[in-house]
């Protein structure tokens, strides 16, 4: 389901473009840094660790443990295995964006 609130998107293109002006950096070099931020966290968060960036959000692994769930053509009850997943939480300043201030 799209949440009626979003007005516009920002692609990875964009988000370079944009990050390049206001660092008064080269797309190029955006894109290098950006890269090995998502590398770096998706390790750590991949290793069990936690990243964390104040403000903006934290990162990290949750175990999620063995549930009963529906199979939703069938209606059939099934065993959804125990697993790890990631977890983001927003961060203070992120959280105030998102509400218009």
Request: proline share 4%.
């Amino acid at each position: 389901l799209r949440s009626p609130i979003k007005e516009k998107s920002m692609n990875r293109h964009e988000l370079v473009s944009t990050a390049g002006e206001r660092a008064g950096m080269s797309p190029d070099d955006v894109d290098r840094a950006l890269t090995a931020l998502i590398a770096a966290i998706t390790d750590e968060v991949g290793a069990g660790g936690r990243v964390a960036l104040l403000g903006f959000a934290t990162f990290e692994s949750a175990q999620r443990e063995e549930r009963q769930g529906r199979n939703p053509h069938t209606g059939d009850s099934m065993t959804i295995p125990a697993r790890r997943v990631a977890r983001i939480t927003a961060g203070s300043a992120l959280k105030r964006a998102a509400a218009g201030g």
